[in-house]
């Protein structure tokens, strides 16, 4: 199965900055979906972005797919003390197979406040 | 509320023991997935159901067991044969078995310790 892995790896940032986390993928994907895991929970699904799509926004987040390179990035606008957390991308498998989200290791993202 | 439930929270294990993670989804959805997550890595995908009565192994199965008698139930079986089972465990779920442009559901997790 694939994996997407996310860059870097950790992240410190004081509140009010932008955060910018980068994802990188192996195959050709149906979408490319991002979530966030706080310290000891589950994961909760921020943003799903298409393969024909380049960018979405949803409140303070941006996300942009490349296809031909392969990669999509997280951007956290205006970044609070309660975004820290990690954050990981998901892709599916292609062509005709079973939708199995895959993750890679994540972005631990810190904002002091 | 519909979701998707993990019990129980904290599990201890000792040494040469099976033990069993609930997972329970009252979402309707098709498919469910257990995963592993080690301290500072990402998830690892052990087993996965897109159909009742049918199951996948996924990356790292060996040493855990699964069932899908139930739409809403995929309890995961931690057995003596797995060596390092310390670790924390996801449960997910999400709709249509070949669900493209869908989101996964997770449940709140459950911390196993080998004590």
């Known amino acids: 199965s694939q994996q997407g892995e996310e860059d870097p790896q950790a992240l410190s940032i004081q509140e009010g900055e932008n955060a910018t986390m980068n994802c990188s993928y192996k195959t050709s994907i149906n979408n490319l979906q991002w979530y966030r895991q706080n310290s000891g929970r589950g994961l909760v699904h921020l943003i799903l972005?298409?393969?024909?799509?380049r960018e979405k926004h949803s409140g303070r987040l941006r996300v942009t797919l490349d296809t031909s390179k392969k990669s999509s990035s997280l951007l956290i606008t205006a970044s609070r003390a309660a975004d820290t957390a990690s954050y990981f991308c998901a892709t599916d498998e292609i062509p005709g197979g079973s939708y199995i989200p895959t993750f890679g290791r994540g972005t631990s993202l810190i904002v002091h406040p | 509320d519909g979701g998707i439930t993990q019990s129980p929270k904290y599990l201890f294990r000792k040494e040469g023991q099976n033990v069993t993670l609930s997972c329970e989804q009252n979402l309707n959805h098709d498919a469910m997935y257990w995963y592993r997550q080690d301290p500072g890595q990402g998830l690892r995908l052990i087993y996965y159901?897109?159909?009742?009565?049918?199951?996948q192994k996924g990356d790292i199965a060996e040493g855990y067991s699964v069932s899908r008698e139930k739409k809403e139930s995929f309890p995961l079986t931690v057995t003596s044969a797995q060596k390092n089972p310390t670790a924390f465990y996801l449960c997910?779920?999400?709709?249509?078995?070949?669900?493209?442009?869908?989101?996964?559901?997770f449940g709140q997790g459950t911390r196993l310790t080998v004590v």
């Open positions: 997910a779920s999400s709709i249509l078995p070949t669900g493209r442009n869908t989101e996964a559901f």
């Open positions: 159901s897109q159909i009742v009565n049918d199951f």
């Open positions: 972005i298409r393969s024909n799509e």
